[in-house]
């Protein structure tokens, strides 16, 4: 495998897909849009001096026991911002998804793939610089939100308790292990299925069908069946880890050049 | 250049090649013909390392297909059937792209070169999708030429082109052979293939004739000499048959048309029997049959008809 060609890939991908209105939405809006959602409740219900009327025992009783020393307002906030943390966790599934699924299937679509094989680049090396150019920016936007997030939140004075919270491990290792570990997995599901499909949107529709686990959690954690704390995002890191290595694998399996050159319509 | 020999590809239960052997000399324009669905892309895409073959081998510049497949691929250049452009990225970079991963040297002077070559220098920054169509397959072909390829593939060069833009693109693919470079050309205008190629085979699944044009004509028809005379009379036809290595005569109006091998050598015996006789000679011409006769009697009157 030759760095040379695989940075070669990712500067054109880059080049080429950011030209594109749609991955510019996904790569630039959707992280703005989910981190000021989060800044916008919190400046609401630090405005309104109330967090949606809840007290410390409406929060669910697993929660409870992660507020240590906070006040029962501080427990509450960090209940809220608790609930973002998913939201950190949906960009680096979505943008990815769109970059990845755009970039196999169009060059499909557009016919470049021929010339493209015809080249001495091997499949890992067209795979992987096309899964860094789909998987950098993902990590760069979660990474940069998750910083506007941090700062924003600061600024707006939710508890000081609760901003350690933010920067301690088991927010750092959601967003920086668990969000590259997850853009892997959105980049390794948009190879497969950009493989079996011929049309952009379909591929970019079933690529995005990797967040719904990711709704379950946060269904769960709000109706309290399940608590987001450290060990759970350990789990969660390890079992990425391990169906990241068996998703590149198959993507890299099932991207069968003679398939996708002959099949074409 | 490139050599196969039983070259089969079979898709599921669809036989798109069958058994092809040919070879392909150094430094020839080498045309490929046949109608739709006869398999010329699938052969150029094996022997540009595209796809597998199902069974037989291939050499094409000293190397075997399926065994130096990434050897092959950097020693020949291939022109698809469509452009296949990168349309929001500028021509330069589009060439760029490409000789980078052919891991071209001076990859900002092949670049330059070739976008002066077919005069594109001058809209190098703008974005390929706003090229016309044959500014498209030119910059198509400089891609296909940056990496200075030995053999090179050409798949319907000039196909929807209009007749300036092939004209070009063809005294372009000529001035190429004059490099030294092999060039296996598929096409459907037969015009162009009789024009350019120094030999050429008519293929539908299998290979059915390979050599020459000149040569093809020669197998199928003999060449046919016209004497255009002020009258004809019955008689004439078989004085002239009986002149040695006639093939066939047929009078026709005013005219005795003559099919013989070599008409050089027998004109001057049937001119001199025809004036004995008392024919009075207007004109001699030869009947030149075109590669679309030979293309169409090669491939049968129900391919030639299903294929218009």
Sequence with gaps: MRVNKIRIIVRKEWAEVFKNRLVLFSVAFLPLLLTALPLAILYGTRSSGDLGGMSMSDLPEGFRSLCGEMTGGECTQYFFVSQFMILFMIMPLIIPSTIASYSIVGEKTTRTLEPLLATPVSTIELLAGKAVAAAVPAVLATWGAFAVFAVGARILAIGPMVIARLLDPLWLMAIFIVGPLLATAAVSMAVIVSSRVSDPRVAEQLSALVILPLLALFIGQISGLLILDARLVLWMAVVLAAIDAGLIALAIRLFERENILTRWK | ?308
Excluded at chain 2, 23 to 44: C, H, M, S, Y
Excluded at chain 2, 87 to 94: I, T
Excluded at chain 2, 150 to 175: C, K, M, W
Excluded at chain 2, 276 to 295: K, N
Aim: net charge negative; charged share 25%.
């Design chain 2, 1 to 308: 250049m490139i050599e196969t020999h039983d070259l089969t590809r079979r898709f599921e239960a669809t036989l798109a090649v069958d058994r092809l052997t040919l070879d392909v000399r150094d430094g020839e324009i080498f045309g490929f013909l046949g109608p739709n669905g006869a398999g010329k892309t699938t052969t150029l895409r094996m022997l540009s390392a595209l796809i597998a073959p199902t069974s037989g081998t291939a050499r094409v510049a000293g190397y075997a297909l399926g065994e130096q497949d990434q050897d092959i691929r950097r020693r020949v250049g291939i022109l698809t059937e469509s452009p296949g452009l990168y349309d929001r990225l500028s021509a330069a970079y589009n060439l760029e792209f490409f000789a980078g991963l052919y891991e071209v040297d001076d990859i900002h002077g092949q670049v330059e070169r070739y976008l002066r070559l077919l005069g594109l220098w001058e809209r190098r920054h703008e974005a390929a999708g706003t090229f016309s169509k044959g500014m498209r397959q030119k910059l198509a072909i400089a891609r296909a030429l940056l990496h200075e390829p030995e053999v090179l593939f050409l798949d319907e060069p000039t196909s929807g082109l209009d007749p300036e833009a092939a004209h070009l693109v063809r005294e372009f693919i000529a001035d190429l052979k004059g490099e030294g470079r092999t060039i296996f050309l598929c096409t459907h205008n037969l015009d162009e293939a009789d024009r350019l190629c120094d030999r050429i085979a008519v293929f539908n699944t299998s290979l059915l004739a390979l050599d020459t044009p000149a040569a093809l004509r020669q197998q199928l028809y003999g060449r046919t000499v016209v004497f255009h005379l002020a009258r004809v009379d019955p008689s004439w036809v078989e004085l002239v048959r009986g002149v040695g290595s006639v093939r066939a005569v047929e009078a026709s109006d005013q005219r005795l048309i003559v099919r013989v091998d070599d008409p050089e050598s027998v004109n001057p015996a049937i001119i001199r029997a025809l004036v004995a006789a008392g024919a009075d000679i207007r004109f001699v011409g030869e009947l030149r049959r075109t590669l679309e006769d030979v293309y169409l009697r090669l491939l049968g009157p129900a391919t030639a008809r299903s294929n218009g």
